[in-house]
């Protein structure tokens, strides 16, 4: 996630913060044709090559995608969780994106009422006439960490269901968290049992094979 030099007299920093933590489609295009112009010997737009670029990582093969993958910024929530997943199996590689998702809206969408756990998000929403878009995607760090995504169409209360999902699924997650770890201590508990009474056997056997010799 890094770049070598300054794009249009912004440090790659700025572009990642304003295209994260505000969200600034404008930075957002400059990176897009940075990455587009890493594609070499590729025809098309620089926008086109920035999504041929990232269809793997969104978990798609860029000559195999359905077309509206090339069109306007469209993703599907299974693209956004292979992402997420991307990400989160490699965040030694990505450390600075994911601390800007972390800075995200610390407020609003899926961080708004969700303070137990931190979470690293990526928002957006839009606005046509009456009709509202607005989407979010997140790693919420549960002890054991999930990805969530939610994108809504024109719902009446997007707000305040999309403030509601993550602790609707933290709450899940620690339910069957909790159920996980009181099982590997019952069977830790088994283990050494029998581990033990297999000890006092060998005891046994030992102590009486030395009386019958």
């Known amino acids: 996630d890094v770049c070598s030099s300054d794009l249009y007299g912004y440090s790659y920093e700025e572009l990642l913060r304003g295209t994260i933590v505000h969200s600034d489609n ?25 999504r041929m670029l990232i269809a793997p990582i969104m978990g798609e093969d860029p000559f195999q995608v359905d077309a509206k993958f090339y069109e306007n910024n469209f993703f599907t929530a299974r693209q956004m969780i292979h992402c997420l997943k991307v990400l989160y199996d490699n965040q030694e590689r990505y450390p600075r994106l994911i601390e800007s ?9 899926f961080k708004r009422d969700e303070r137990r756990f931190d979470i690293a998000h990526k928002y957006g929403y839009l606005i046509e006439g ?19 995504v939610m994108f809504t169409d024109g719902c009446a209360k997007a707000y305040e269901i999309m403030a509601e999902y993550p ?32 000890a006092e056997r060998a005891a046994q056997e030992a102590e009486r094979i030395r009386e019958e010799t």
């Open 167 to 198: 602790t609707l699924m933290c709450d899940y997650t620690q339910y069957h968290t909790a159920i996980r770890v009181a099982e590997e201590k019952a069977e830790a508990e088994r283990q050494a049992e029998l581990s033990r009474e297999a």
């Open 101 to 109: 998702m972390q800075r995200a809206q610390p407020d609003n969408y």
């Open 130 to 148: 009456y009709r509202l878009y607005m989407n979010d995607c997140a790693i919420c760090f549960t002890d054991d960490p999930i990805l969530i």
């Open 26 to 50: 404008n930075m957002a295009e400059i990176l897009w044709d940075y990455a587009g112009a890493q594609l070499d010997g590729s025809q098309g737009t620089l926008y086109h090559r920035y």
